[in-house]
């Protein structure tokens, strides 16, 4: 069946793809999110699981309007081949992948319901955890957001090899730092006790050979003892979670070569590694954000709307009279004042000729120019000329060639003729002297 030219499935798909349908899924979607949280609350702060029956009654209604979503893209994509092949095939696994779990997650819950068992199960739970990943849907509705998350992952390869070479930088670092610390605690402990590793922890005193390095040692050993404690002082240091400065401190009272070293550490991750990995993960996202289609649409209908505002504000300053058109005579006289010329200059435009600029934007030559007119007319000189209009310009110009030397070549032929047909010059003179013997003689 088909309504105006348009199939069944394609009217189906307009309508889903309209704002008014992607604003009410936006709604549902932050709504059942919502409810999430409050069952969460819920079930934080009672012993037994069953929600208030409106808040059970909302959930349903948002599963059913998911699962008429789903059903709706279904057949407005000719069937699951048309669902996973279609251009947005990822949302639309993600979106029946939810919905799926969504519904085991009721099923399982009316289940315990019947037989009277709370179901404050394990898998219930884990359900409840993957239902609010739907929340990320809402990406699906805002530009700016899917840019924003098609950024981050495509980014996200660029990062797990980041995380790598940190960590082998900081494997490396702690191997260095942790030797060294861990000769020096030896220095200052019993190695002779065999427990002298679990003494250090639980009873230094007894273990340590000086009394006032005590602390010292107890805190290098706890701090740097292990490959793992090292690592762990080394990623806090660079990522704010530790103030590195408690560490130098420490490290003074043992070894330069260590302090060196960690200070070295800090220096290279902070002002090389780091800023060298944030530029590069800022530009492989600026990369697959300029080939995005959507990067493209929104970074055009925002260069639009910020031009649409420049000439609208320059079309009131020079509509003095705010009936909503421009004559010929306002434009000259405005643009004659300097403030109005460097503001048309800052749009790109030439106003050193203001009445063939006037003709130019005069599109049905009017005499006046409305604020739609004057819009187009701005657009069309301000931006460069497209491929396809060079080509039509190349294309008019080569006709008019044409058609000039049609018009020169007939020109040649018709006076070719015209002197072939005629008499010559001599020839009529001889004929005007022969009557004017002719008269004489006659008189």
């Not at 996200?156 to 605690?185: E, Q, R």
């Amino acid at each position: 069946a088909s309504t105006g030219g348009r199939t069944l499935q394609q009217q189906l798909l307009f309508y889903l793809q309209s704002p008014a349908f992607n604003l009410l899924s936006a709604f549902v979607i932050v709504l059942n999110c919502c409810l999430i949280g409050i069952e969460t609350d819920f079930i934080n702060s009672t012993v037994n699981y069953w929600p208030p029956i409106w808040m059970w009654t909302l959930n349903w209604m948002c599963l059913g309007y998911f699962i008429v979503e789903v059903v709706l893209r279904i057949v407005a994509l000719n069937g699951i081949l048309g669902f996973f092949s279609h251009e947005s095939k990822y949302w639309n696994t993600f979106d029946l992948a939810v919905v799926l779990l969504a519904v085991v997650e009721e099923a399982l819950f009316l289940s315990r319901m019947t037989s009277r068992l709370l179901p404050g199960t394990t898998t219930i739970k884990a359900l409840k955890v993957v239902r609010i990943c739907r929340v990320f849907r809402v990406f699906r509705f805002c530009r700016q957001l899917s840019i924003w998350a098609m950024m981050i992952m495509d980014s996200l390869d660029t990062l797990v090899w980041t995380v790598l070479m940190f960590g082998v930088i900081i494997y490396a670092t702690s191997i260095s730092i942790s030797a060294m610390i861990s000769n020096w605690v030896k220095d200052h402990v019993d190695t002779d006790h065999p427990d002298f590793s679990t003494l250090i922890k639980s009873d230094p005193r007894s273990i340590v050979l000086d009394e006032t390095m005590t602390e010292a040692v107890c805190e290098a050993y706890i701090l740097f003892g292990t490959i793992r404690g090292t690592a762990e002082v080394l990623l806090q240091a660079v990522l704010g979670g530790i103030d590195w400065r408690l560490v130098t401190d420490l490290m003074l009272q043992f070894s330069w070569w260590s302090y060196g070293m960690f200070l070295t550490y800090v220096i290279f991750v902070n002002l090389a590694f780091l800023n060298i990995v944030t530029g590069i993960i800022l530009n492989t996202a600026l990369d697959s954000a300029k080939a995005s289609r959507d990067y493209q649409i929104a970074r055009q209908l925002d260069a639009q709307e910020h031009q649409l505002m420049q000439f609208r504000s320059f079309f009131r300053v020079v509509d003095t009279d705010g009936d909503g058109v421009i004559n010929r005579l306002a434009c000259n006289v405005m643009l004659k004042e300097r403030d109005v010329r460097a503001y048309w200059q800052i749009l790109g435009f030439d106003v050193s000729d203001s009445d063939r600029l006037f003709d130019l934007l005069d599109a049905d030559e009017s005499g006046e120019i409305d604020f739609d007119e004057f819009v187009e007319g701005c657009r069309i000189l301000r931006r460069p000329a497209r491929g396809w209009e060079v080509q039509e310009v190349m294309k008019k110009t080569e006709q008019l060639d044409e058609q000039i030397a049609s018009l020169r070549h007939g020109k040649r032929r018709l006076l070719d003729e015209i002197h072939q047909s005629s008499p010559s010059v001599t020839e009529v003179g001889d004929r005007c002297a022969c009557a004017r013997g002719l008269t004489e003689r006659s008189s």
